[in-house]
């Protein structure tokens, strides 16, 4: 069993909201932090949130006011709340996590275990 699963894509019109889940399996979040990328057609996976264990937040420049990541300990639920969604956010959308240190986690490599990912569609 993949220790992240991604739950929540789907197919939406331009200006619409998705919310995204990650649930864990095996392990506690409060110890990890964690991350949302995506991956579109032809592209390399890119950042587009994190959050530490001290919840401290970091979004990649194209989701800063529109994109939400917040987790619950008590579920062991990761969450990205996506609002005013545009053509160019459809990709791959894939949770992830790691262990050690604080601050901004907006990068590939930082991470140790990946969920499968899960289809976000915007149209236009």
């Known amino acids: 069993q993949a220790p992240l699963v991604e739950s929540g894509g789907g197919s939406v019109q331009a200006g619409g909201s998705l919310r995204l889940s990650c649930a864990a399996s095996?392990?506690?979040?409060?110890?990890?932090?964690m991350g949302w990328f995506r991956q579109a057609p032809g592209k390399e996976r890119e950042a587009v949130a994190s959050i530490d264990t001290n919840g401290y937040t970091s979004y990649a420049d194209s989701v800063k006011g529109r994109f939400t990541i917040s987790n619950d300990n008590a579920k062991n639920t990761l969450y990205l709340q996506m609002n005013s969604l545009k053509p160019e956010d459809t990709a791959i959308y894939y949770c992830a996590a790691g262990i050690g240190g604080l601050g901004p986690k907006l990068r590939v490599g930082y991470y140790r275990f990946w969920g499968l990912g899960t289809q976000v569609t915007v149209s236009s």
């Open positions: 095996g392990y506690s979040y409060s110890s990890y932090y």
